[in-house]
């Protein structure tokens, strides 16, 4: 017990002891540096802590550090690949209706299984379908008709005159027989990219076309003998029976305003360009037919036996420069055909075409269960513009149609 100084050298009572003590100077002032404790074991580091916080109380405050100098720095984070989340997508939304699918390598595609059925004969086909994602794009590819080489037949301008008249698919040959692919928008994300009806949709008109494609491609091999009437009969109702209502010229011509491009049409087509020019000389023709919307980039002219060739991509410059004036000139038309199969073969929304002695990129929008928005028809513009975005002027001769 400690005892204050006024006690030094007198007797003070204790009250512990009940006894009269002698104050002396070692009991005032004397404090022992080591102290022990008795009773419960204390926790030193805990008392360490606290005498810390009081050193750092009353001593200057130390220099800020800064954290991000001690903080590492983030990874970087490759980018996200849109075109692997677009995939991603549609493989979602079929896996919810228990369709089976499995992935490729690198899950950037892959492939599915469907059954289509007919409401009086049932289940009539079962079909292998490869999805993929390229350039923002959806497409779906299958092998139609598988084939061995065929010399002699005319199977690539049978496929050319198809190409005229499909909605949904473009065909090409390769090695193993014949394929087709169709290309599908995505809308935005706030419109929920793809629904469920617009890929059913999809893949249904893909069988439409598929359906008259075959029976025109198996008279070809039979017989050898190309006769286009009879594709254009085929194909006399290119769309499948869909819940959207077919649009007017007039309503296309309001898309393609709201789109923010320069517009100006008669009563057969639009005439789309990014600056205003005359009608003419619009590098883009859109036609509209019962339910889906074509447009057309001319690619290649020929008047009077001479060759003007515009707007011409870089995949068709060499070809034209060569072998072209044999092509139209001559009798060896198997060239062309070979060139023009080559680029379908390369996925894309637009097909390339030989048509009334001209070359055309063609491309087709399909509204499925809702019509087009603003932002897929700017994805079908750009692409038609693409194609006139390189190549010579434009002549100021007329130009061929198309037959749509």
């Known amino acids: 017990m400690l005892w204050p100084e006024a006690s030094n050298g007198k007797s003070e009572h204790c009250p512990i002891c ?52 001690l903080t590492p720095a983030a990874p970087v984070l490759p980018p996200k690949d849109p075109d692997k989340a677009l995939a991603n997508v549609a493989l979602g939304m079929l896996r919810l209706q228990n369709w089976p699918c499995q992935e490729e390598d690198g899950y950037r595609s892959f492939k599915m299984q469907v059954r289509f059925k007919t409401p009086t004969r049932g289940v009539v086909a079962n079909d292998e379908f490869r999805v993929f994602a390229e350039n923002g794009v959806l497409f779906f590819e299958q092998l139609v008709l598988e084939l061995p080489e065929l010399p002699g037949v005319p199977l690539l301008e049978a496929i050319n005159e198809i190409n005229q008249y499909s909605v949904a698919a473009t065909f090409f040959l390769k090695a193993d027989g014949v394929y087709m692919r169709h290309a599908l928008i995505p809308r935005a994300k706030e419109d929920t990219v793809f629904s469920v009806k617009t890929l059913l949709q999809s893949l249904r008109q893909m069988y439409h076309d598929r359906r008259h494609a075959l029976s025109l491609l198996r008279q070809v091999v039979e017989t050898g003998v190309l006769e286009p009437v009879v594709v254009a009969r085929a194909f006399a109702f290119p769309l499948t029976p869909g819940n959207v209502s077919c649009g007017t010229l007039e309503d296309l011509s309001d898309l393609a305003r709201f789109s923010g491009y320069c517009v100006s049409k008669d009563s057969r087509q639009v005439y789309l360009s990014r600056d205003s020019i005359q009608p003419d000389r619009c590098p883009v023709r859109l036609t509209i037919n019962d339910g889906y919307i074509r447009g057309f980039v001319t690619m290649g002219d020929c008047f009077n036996g001479k060759h003007h060739w515009t707007l011409v991509p ?44 001209s070359i055309f990129a063609v491309a087709h929008a399909v509204p499925t269960d809702m019509w087009l928005t603003v932002e897929q028809f700017k994805i079908l513009a750009e692409r038609l513009l693409d194609h006139a975005a390189v190549g010579t002027a434009r002549p100021k001769s007329g130009l061929h149609k198309l037959a749509c």
């Open 18 to 69: 009940n006894q009269s003590l002698a104050i002396s100077n070692v009991a005032l002032n004397i404090i022992p540096e080591n102290i022990e404790f008795e009773g419960d074991d204390v926790d030193l580091r805990r008392i360490a802590r606290e005498n810390e916080f009081a050193d750092a109380a009353i001593s200057p405050p130390r220099p800020a550090v800064s954290v991000s100098a």
């Open 314 to 357: 870089p995949q068709l410059r060499d070809f034209i420069r060569g072998a072209l004036s044999q092509t139209f000139g001559g009798n060896d038309t198997a060239e062309i055909y070979q060139r023009l199969n080559l680029m379908n073969q390369q996925p894309g929304l637009s097909r390339y075409i030989v048509s009334m002695r």
